[in-house]
């Protein structure tokens, strides 16, 4: 009996220490190879890294820690810096285009040898004598991004050899992410635009261009039937996709002429990336990660509303270039490298 008992006794106590051995050994495989000592059973925000990113979703700072053996979180803030590229549009008077270039680019004189006068240079010249401004046939604006983000990913590791892993996530900024607007050397010609405008409007009304205590100022019969002749003077875009009509885009009531590019705010995220260390100490860790940010179906909107992407077609020259290049831009693409540093 006092044997089969010391049996028993040898047995559960080998047990014990079995399972305690179990319980105080790390489980093989189941960290980053570059660094052993993190090698625990529930690696739950056992360490954080600090991470300067820079790619195409501008410039970021990130902090990641792990959530379990094989998956990362990571939470952060981009920006994107500003920058600025010239649109230029050309305006013109009435329905018919005009230029003072043939179809070969050379350009067009009159009997006595010298550059023809389209209506617009005539319009410009009586805009001067009326207002003191002159206008300039051609509207330069500014496009500049303006998005920032939020981030928050979750990067997994499916692999023993913890470099390469799989990203989700989401992104969450502003609606508007870039915009446009006329250059200040501009502002001389859009206000000229509108004073015209308001001008022509009302002589097609017949009305007094001022009026003051019941009395109206008129233009000379001549000067009006100028305004008749030249029509209105406006920026062609397009046609409506509704209707065919010519749009044309006039200054605002600032005399300004304003677009914005308009995405949706919650902005899902897929990629992949790579990661190793790149020190001694193997704390400092460098990454690159390429993926897609889904921002839906993106406006480009006017100053006036019309919205160049979905109600105009037929936008030509650079504005139609950045116009199909919105249109497309159902997905952004990310590539960005990272250099991280262990804090703890």
Not at 44 to 59: E, Q, R, S, W
Not at 77 to 102: C, H, I, N, V
Not at 212 to 229: A, H, S
Not at 319 to 331: C, D, E, R
Request: charged letters at 20%.
């Amino acid at each position: 009996m006092k044997s089969y008992a010391n049996r028993r006794l040898n047995v559960r106590t080998l047990s014990v220490l079995l399972l305690l051995a179990f319980i105080a050994t790390p489980v093989s495989g189941q960290a980053d190879d570059f660094t052993p000592q993190e090698k625990v059973d529930n690696n739950i925000f056992t360490h954080l890294d600090l991470g300067i990113v820079l790619g195409t979703d501008g410039i970021a700072l990130d902090l990641a820690a792990p959530i379990g053996n094989y998956v990362q979180m990571r939470i952060g803030f981009s920006y994107m810096p500003r920058f600025e590229k010239k649109l230029s549009f050309q305006a013109q008077l009435g329905d018919t285009p005009e230029s003072r270039y043939d179809e070969n680019g050379n350009l067009i004189l009159d009997a006595d040898g010298k550059p023809i006068q389209t209506r617009f240079d005539k319009m410009a010249a009586l805009m001067a004598d009326i207002t003191g401004y002159k206008v300039d046939e051609y509207i330069d604006m500014m496009a500049t991004p303006t998005f920032w983000n939020g981030k928050i990913l979750v990067d997994v590791f499916p692999f023993k050899k913890k470099n390469w892993f799989f990203t989700a996530g989401i992104y969450v900024g502003p609606a508007r992410v870039a915009r446009a607007y006329n250059t200040t050397e501009d502002m001389p010609s859009l206000m000229a635009m509108s004073m015209y405008n308001n001008i022509y409007d009302k002589v097609l009304a017949e009305e007094p261009v001022i009026s003051y205590n019941g009395t109206g100022l008129e233009l000379p019969p001549q000067v009006n039937d100028k305004f008749i002749e030249y029509g209105r003077m406006s920026v062609p875009i397009g046609y409506y996709r509704s209707n065919g009509e010519q749009y044309r885009m006039v200054p605002n009531e600032e005399g300004m002429v304003k677009a914005e590019v308009i995405a949706n705010i919650v902005r899902p995220y897929v990629g992949f990336g790579y990661r190793l260390p790149i020190s001694k100490d193997q704390r400092t860790l460098f990454s690159f990660n390429a993926g897609v940010l889904c921002w839906g179906d993106p406006k480009l909107l006017t100053h006036d509303g019309t919205d160049l992407v979905h109600d105009i077609e037929g936008v030509k020259g650079q504005v139609g270039t950045y116009v199909k290049i919105v249109t497309a831009a159902k997905v952004y693409p990310i590539l960005n490298i990272t250099f991280a540093r262990r804090l703890f």
